[in-house]
């Protein structure tokens, strides 16, 4: 994907987080823009591995592009991270940190799921690490971006305009 969708979600996160929640007079809430952008870089956080294209690391390996970051477990520990860094900010705001490790962690696993989507590439380890196998979802209506600067040429302008009609409010 070009991260306009994984954006999409981030956004529409952190909108329903602010639907639902209760203002406390006496405390100032996190503006929805501030919200927005945590919630967008938190749906964006699995693709930082990319940065194993630096280190050699095969996108075929479990810690390669689309392996180990985009697995549901590493979405569940990145959720409990965030629960536990925001445990105080959460309860002056009476917000459960099982509510915000299950939002962030939701929000860090559509990552993964919404790769499964796409028609390219070698899958998402999304089981990892009970298992290293990469899975793609039966139906992959998403076409697979370029990767780094490929990104900005004809086909990956084609695939941004495809994700931004999909995921358009």
């Given at each position: 994907?070009?991260?306009?969708?994984?954006?999409?979600?981030?956004?529409?996160?952190?909108?329903?987080?602010?639907?639902?929640?209760?203002?406390?007079?006496?405390?100032?809430?996190p503006s929805l823009f501030l919200t927005m952008v945590f919630m967008s870089l938190l749906a964006l956080l699995p693709d930082a591995d990319v940065i194993a294209f630096t280190l050699r690391i095969?996108?075929?390996?479990?810690?390669?592009?689309?392996?180990?970051?985009?697995?549901?477990?590493?979405?569940?520990?990145?959720?409990?991270?965030?629960?536990?860094?925001?445990?105080?900010?959460?309860?002056?705001?009476?917000?459960?940190?099982?509510?915000?490790?299950?939002?962030?962690?939701?929000?860090?696993?559509?990552?993964?799921?919404?790769?499964?989507?796409?028609?390219?590439?070698?899958?998402?380890?999304?089981?990892?690490?009970?298992f290293n196998q990469r899975y793609f979802a039966p139906w992959q209506p998403i076409p697979v971006?370029?990767?780094?600067?490929?990104?900005?040429?004809?086909?990956?302008?084609?695939?941004?305009?495809?994700?931004?009609?999909?995921?358009?409010?």
């Amino acid at each position: 994907m070009a991260s306009l969708g994984h954006m999409a979600i981030g956004l529409a996160a952190a909108r329903l987080h602010h639907g639902i929640r209760t203002p406390q007079p006496s405390l100032p809430e996190p503006s929805l823009f501030l919200t927005m952008v945590f919630m967008s870089l938190l749906a964006l956080l699995p693709d930082a591995d990319v940065i194993a294209f630096t280190l050699r690391i095969p996108y075929e390996a479990p810690f390669g592009h689309r392996g180990a970051s985009h697995s549901i477990a590493a979405a569940l520990a990145c959720g409990m991270f965030w629960a536990v860094a925001l445990w105080g900010f959460a309860r002056r705001r009476r917000i459960s940190p099982l509510y915000v490790w299950g939002l962030i962690s939701a929000v860090v696993a559509s990552h993964g799921l919404l790769d499964t989507l796409t028609d390219g590439g070698l899958g998402v380890a999304l089981l990892w690490p009970l298992f290293n196998q990469r899975y793609f979802a039966p139906w992959q209506p998403i076409p697979v971006a370029p990767i780094g600067a490929r990104l900005l040429s004809q086909r990956g302008m084609s695939v941004m305009l495809t994700e931004l009609i999909y995921f358009a409010p």
